[in-house]
């Protein structure tokens, strides 16, 4: 029995120290709570991965509804913009089929007011030198003129314009027909898409579902294209209201477009009679004020040659006396105070003379551009008398335009433009939306 003991107790089986159980203990303890802290670290990140994703999937779905919402929002504004544009259109040709009717009309050309404008811009002509100024006068002059022209002109050319005006609006109707078709058609597929669900029978993958159409254009063109298209429309549009404009009111609208600018004219006619006047009275007044500076030149002048001349007998002295005093014998001749004195005094005399007459050369230079300049004065005043009388002449012979409503043939027919029938008749779209513009 003792001898089996002593066996057991004997066995060469390894043995370990209790520091290296106890630490082999504190570290299975460690790794655990290591492994455990690793997990749940693990679990929270993947649980606030879930919840970023699950967030951000509900935000890019908010968000692309928002976009959807806000494109169609664009897309239906430019729909009911092009919409508008297109019944403006569908108004604008059917009254410019109205006013090409209306072409027949004869134009009783403006004979006196072309005549005397013709007559004043001649008359301008005869001005001189620097006076013949491109003013203001000038330019209303031209304008009435080519005003005149053109009315004469507008007639013969307003049954053609008018096809070619109609031409452009049913070009632009088409333009603006297609693009509300194809506006139309988009806003039907943004709001299918803006109807669909995450619960919606009609969703499934889609291959390369990210892909760029062909074709595809950016925000900005697709504004441009359709704001383009409006503003075609529209300015083409307004061209159409002018030449109805011009149409249905020349006849009437002449005499007032003619006065107006005779009144544009005679203004100016003033203006220039006034600054003319101005103008001469200026010449008149440095006339008079370069000649009394010529007066007093010529004075400085004779002054500054008697200064000159008085300075010849004081040089002359302290010459003699320098030369007089070389004749002193032997060692008198020496360099004494009197001989520094004089050389001073002749220096300092010739120094003055020099000054003297480089001054009396500029005085005489200046009186010589004096002089010049007043012939200018002289010869631009008499420029400006002759243009002052021109202008006199011209608004003398503009008296003669009177009231040139030769298409009031009849007191009749005057009678009914001062009641405002004829305005009435010839002007009765003068109250649409683009007459206003």
């Not at 997990?39 to 509900?58: M, V, Y």
């Not at 452009?168 to 898409?193: F, G, N, P, S, Y």
Request: proline share 2%.
């Amino acid at each position: 029995m003792s001898s089996t003991i002593a066996r057991t107790v004997e066995r060469p089986i390894g043995r370990y120290a209790p520091p290296d159980w106890h630490a082999r203990n504190g570290k299975l303890s460690e790794v655990s709570r290591n492994t455990r802290d690793y997990s749940h670290a693990l679990r929270q990140e993947a649980k606030q991965l879930r919840i970023d994703a699950d967030a951000k999937t509900k935000w890019f779905n908010y968000e692309n509804n928002v976009k959807l919402n806000e494109r169609v929002r664009h897309i239906t504004e430019w729909r009911d913009k092009l919409d508008q544009c297109l019944r403006d259109l569908n108004l604008e040709i059917s009254v410019q089929k109205d006013a090409k009717e209306a072409c027949e009309r004869a134009l009783e050309a403006k004979n006196l007011p072309l005549e005397i404008a013709l007559e004043n811009l001649n008359t301008r002509e005869e001005r001189q030198e620097f006076d013949v100024v491109k003013d203001e006068v000038e330019a209303q002059l031209n304008n009435e003129v080519q005003l005149i022209e053109n009315i004469k002109e507008k007639l013969k050319l307003k049954c053609e314009e008018a096809w070619d005006c109609l031409a452009k609006l049913e070009e632009c109707r088409e333009v603006v027909e297609l693009d509300l078709k194809d506006k139309t058609e988009a806003l039907d597929i943004d709001m299918q898409q803006l109807d669909l669900t995450e619960a919606s029978a009609g969703i499934s993958h889609k291959p390369d579902a990210t892909r760029i159409p062909k074709g595809s254009v950016a925000p900005e063109t697709w504004y441009t294209h359709s704001e383009s298209n409006k503003m075609t429309a529209e300015q083409a549009m307004a061209e159409s209201q002018r030449l109805r404009e011009a149409i249905f009111h020349v006849i009437e609208q002449t005499s007032n477009d003619l006065r107006v600018q005779q009144d544009a004219t005679n203004f100016d006619f003033r203006k220039r009679h006034y600054e003319m006047k101005r103008a001469k009275e200026e010449l008149e007044y440095q006339m008079k004020t370069t000649n009394q500076e010529i007066a007093e030149q010529e004075d400085n002048i004779r002054e500054m040659e008697m200064a000159i001349k008085a300075k010849e007998n004081p040089l002359k002295l302290a010459e003699t006396r320098l030369e007089n005093r070389t004749n002193r014998p032997h060692v008198e001749l020496c360099k004494d105070g009197p001989m520094h004195g004089l050389i001073q005094e002749v220096e300092s005399l010739r120094e003055t003379l020099h000054k003297l007459n480089v001054k009396l050369d500029h005085s005489r230079e200046t009186l010589t551009e004096l002089e010049a300049h007043l012939h200018k004065l002289e010869e631009d005043h008499k420029n400006k008398q002759l243009a002052l009388s021109l202008d006199l002449r011209c608004m003398d012979t503009r008296k003669r335009l009177g009231n040139h409503d030769r298409e009031i043939k009849s007191q009749f027919d005057k009678n009914q433009k001062l009641t405002g029938i004829l305005r009435q008749n010839t002007r009765f779209l003068e109250n649409s939306k683009h007459a206003k513009q």
